[in-house]
């Protein structure tokens, strides 16, 4: 059972546009999540968080928004840009616990 | 800022031999490091917690007498895959979080594992 969730397993957006990665979970014990970007035959870089007591975090193009009663989060990316296209991971954890969801490729188009 | 390393990023092996992989932090100490494999098209899946002065804590479903995990300082851990099958070909990342009160992890780059 995936306790975390992407269902889109990948997105195209146009350059400077608003690119949104959606991620759910099922754990209401989850107290922190995680956006990470992946390359292809790299490890995952570390993009932005958000813990539970917030709904909104925001670093520059990317903001991060959670609503605990849906058990969902998202990552906007405004405006997209080429770099941007990678594998997008959203992670939740509490205690020692680490769970990633599978993953969102997305395309940002020229 | 903080680097975690990793060492080969590349190795090819012989089935039935045993490939070391080690994860190192170059600018911080950690206490405790995480291994993970991703799979073709699948997320990343935590294998184990490499803990110092202890013993790992593997994950469900993960071998731990085949891949043997040794935190052997607050800077460097490995991981030995051990007999190794073709299957065990992936792609292995390790990371370690910032510090301990932190949950933000720093990852190695990986390394890519091929059994012939």
């Known amino acids: 059972d995936q306790q975390v969730k992407q269902n889109s397993p990948s997105l195209s957006v146009q350059e400077g546009r608003i690119s949104i990665l959606n991620c759910d979970y099922t754990n209401s014990m989850f107290d922190y999540f995680l956006w990470y970007k992946k390359y292809p035959a790299e490890g995952p870089t570390f993009l932005i968080s958000?813990?539970?007591?917030?709904d909104k975090n925001e670093d520059g193009r990317f903001t991060v928004f959670l609503n605990k009663s849906a058990k969902h989060l998202s990552l906007h990316i405004v405006p997209s840009q080429p770099g941007d296209s990678a594998v997008y991971f959203c992670?939740?954890?509490?205690?020692?616990?680490?769970?990633f969801g599978p993953g969102t490729r997305l395309s940002v188009l020229p | 800022g903080a680097v975690v390393s990793q060492h080969p990023s590349r190795v090819i092996c012989k089935s039935g031999t045993s490939v070391k992989i080690e994860c190192r932090s170059l600018?911080?100490?950690?206490?405790?490091m995480f291994w993970y494999r991703q799979f073709p098209k699948q997320s990343l899946m935590l294998m184990a917690t490499?803990?110092?002065?202890?013993?790992?804590?593997?994950e469900q479903g993960v071998e731990k007498d085949k891949f043997l995990i040794n935190h052997a300082s607050l800077t460097l851990s490995t991981l030995t895959v051990t007999s190794a099958h073709p299957e065990d070909s992936s792609f292995y990342i390790c990371s370690a979080p910032r510090d301990s009160y932190s949950y933000e992890q720093y990852f190695g780059p990986g390394t890519r594992l091929t059994v012939t």
């Open positions: 958000i813990s539970s007591i917030k």
């Open positions: 600018d911080f100490q950690a206490t405790t």
């Open positions: 992670a939740a954890s509490y205690g020692q616990n680490f769970v």
């Open positions: 490499s803990n110092e002065g202890s013993k790992a804590t593997y």
